[in-house]
């Protein structure tokens, strides 16, 4: 056994493989491939370690991503980008600004490799745009008996449609080719609104805006919304002192210190809450698409989230909020609420419904478990389908009925992985052994 400790950014899991390399090509990820099949050694790629499920972790031969993080070549014309897997997106985003390009939608976090943020079903919110995976057009993968297989719905296209938010459980993906558009400018306003408010005004909310969400302060009957749409400019972005004000000074270290003290004082949380909610004040700015889509969180937390059909948003959320009322958890993070559109993607969690996200997150080192169960709870109730990046305990006997797509999925893994080479404990659990 090897010294090396790898480790997830939120510290819920650590591996320690026998091994691990970071092959620079994709025929050096395919040899690695084949001699881990020699020696009997699973196989996992890591990304940037912003999941907080066990899903990257092996005892075998661990692959960093960081010799294969290069933008392979850009086609405007065809409104397509091919970027190798493990080139973080905030990379990305700058290499596509500066050819004039950007990607239709993004998550809030950026730091995440491509590969990583699409095999997990990284999201965003999106009114007409989903999720990074429903970009990818195209994708190329180092299969379990080492061979190397593009593909696309052209081109092996059920091996494509699983694969997308595949898990690395089809293989090992090492480079995606992105639907691109011309770049372009979004105009942010940011106001606080009533949770009950908010609510009742979901169907006005999302219609007229591209790309609308909010966070909902527990404790408080109290939200900020967030409304971002497509500008002609000029771009006006925050100063560079409101900028730092808002989005380092108070959401970084202020929040830190807040969840620090409501570690030491959970009773002192509501009180936090308010507070907090009522500091909001309204701002409108405009920018490039990613500066806005993105933001930097460097607070620890842990996260569960799921997905529910949007039309039961409401009652979802009033009966979360009923947990969080009854006084048996002190919850200092806001909870986040996103959509996305029906996609076709296979093991999507917008699969064939449009979707409402709901995201609970908890300050490292504070108790969570019985929190995220009590949620489980009423996502389930829901047919809510959880993040596969994110803390929650279902499996596959769930699964088989949340996806339609799901047994077809499990026939190609079969076919392209019979011997599970690519298996761990975690996929063991949500795909079966």
Request: charged share 25%; aromatic share 8%; proline share 5%.
């Amino acid at each position: 056994m090897s010294s090396v400790v790898w480790s997830t950014w939120s510290g819920t899991h650590t591996a320690r493989p026998r091994r691990m390399a970071a092959p620079s090509s994709t025929e050096g990820v395919a040899s690695a491939v084949r001699r881990a099949a020699e020696e009997g050694l699973r196989v996992r790629m890591v990304g940037a370690g912003h999941s907080f499920t066990d899903a990257a972790v092996t005892d075998g031969l661990l692959l960093a991503p960081t010799g294969l993080a290069r933008l392979r070549g850009v086609d405007a014309a065809a409104g397509t980008a091919t970027v190798e897997a493990g080139m973080p997106l905030c990379d990305l985003n700058e290499a596509l600004q500066a050819r004039g390009l950007a990607l239709a939608n993004m998550g809030d976090i950026a730091v995440q490799t491509a590969a990583g943020a699409v095999q997990t079903g990284t999201h965003g919110t999106g009114r007409d745009s989903g999720g990074l995976a429903d970009q990818v057009c195209a994708m190329e993968l180092a299969l379990a008996d080492g061979s190397v297989v593009q593909c696309s719905p052209e081109h092996e296209s059920a091996l494509f449609e699983a694969a997308r938010v595949g898990l690395g459980a089809f293989g090992v993906v090492t480079a995606l080719t992105l639907r691109v558009r011309p770049a372009f400018l979004l105009r942010a306003r940011e106001e606080p609104m009533r949770l009950e408010e908010v609510l009742e005004g979901l169907p006005e909310l999302r219609a007229g805006n591209e790309h609308f969400e909010f966070f909902w302060f527990p404790h408080t009957g109290r939200t900020n919304t967030k409304r971002n749409n497509r500008a002609d400019g000029p771009a006006e972005p925050l100063s560079p002192l409101r900028a730092w004000l808002d989005d380092d000074f108070l959401s970084n270290t202020v929040f830190e210190a807040a969840n620090r003290l409501g570690r030491r004082m959970p009773t002192v949380i509501p009180g936090i809450n308010q507070v907090s909610a009522r500091a909001l004040s309204a701002r409108t700015y405009t920018d490039a698409s990613h500066r806005v889509f993105a933001s930097a969180r460097r607070v620890r937390f842990v996260e569960t989230e799921y997905a529910v059909p949007a039309g039961d948003l409401p009652e979802v959320l009033r009966e979360i909020r009923g947990i969080v009322d009854s006084g048996r958890h002190r919850i200092g993070f806001p909870i986040e609420v996103r959509f996305a559109p029906a996609d076709r993607v296979w093991l999507s969690t917008a699969y064939g419904r449009d979707t409402a996200y709901i995201a609970a997150h908890v300050y490292r080192g504070m108790p969570h478990a019985d929190y995220f169960r009590e949620l489980e709870a009423v996502f389930t109730a829901a047919q809510g389908r959880p993040h596969w990046g994110k803390l929650h305990t279902r499996g596959r006997e769930d699964f088989d009925t949340l996806y339609p797509r799901f047994a077809d999925a499990i026939k190609v893994r079969d076919r392209v992985d019979p011997h599970r080479r690519f298996a761990n404990a975690y996929l063991d659990t949500v795909l079966g052994h």
